[in-house]
């Protein structure tokens, strides 16, 4: 455990964007970057995104491929699988507040390992009691919610 930041899907495509939020790029940047974990559902995410564009736009689908390819490098092992001990915190949360599977993992992920979730869809995880932080608020230094 220690200190550590699991970035949310949204949080790393804003990232990638052309005209993205420069508060989200600014934070990200500034952060140290070991830090800094992916789960290995938002790579999975990414990939449907990928997938559900290929035949209708298969240059933006090639673009997101190289994107994907870069971010598994960059993460390497700081891209983060589901474990056993994520999926008996997330049975845990779910008995106190059900989610949709995906975003259950991700807070149980962050609270397996202490970590705070960076997302922008911060109410989505209220009553978790997972720490959270919205780096699109220029004023958001995370809180336990």
Request: glycine share 8%; proline share 3%.
């Amino acid at each position: 455990m220690g200190v550590g930041f699991l970035l949310d899907t949204n949080v790393i495509s804003e990232a990638r964007k052309r005209n993205g939020s420069s508060v989200v790029k600014d934070w990200i940047r500034t952060s140290y970057g070991p830090t800094l974990h992916l789960s290995s559902l938002t790579v999975g995410e990414i990939r449907c995104g990928i997938e559900l564009c290929r035949e209708k736009d298969p240059a933006k689908a090639a673009t997101l491929e190289r994107w994907l390819l870069t971010l598994r490098r960059q993460f390497g092992d700081r891209i983060i699988p589901v474990t056993a001990a994520v999926t008996e915190e997330w049975g845990r949360l779910n008995a106190l507040r059900t989610l949709p599977a995906v975003d259950g993992l991700l807070a149980a992920t962050a609270r397996a390992h202490g970590w705070t979730l960076v997302t922008c869809n911060v109410k989505d995880f209220m009553g978790t009691g997972v720490s959270l932080l919205n780096p699109f608020e220029t004023t958001s230094q995370g809180s336990s919610h």
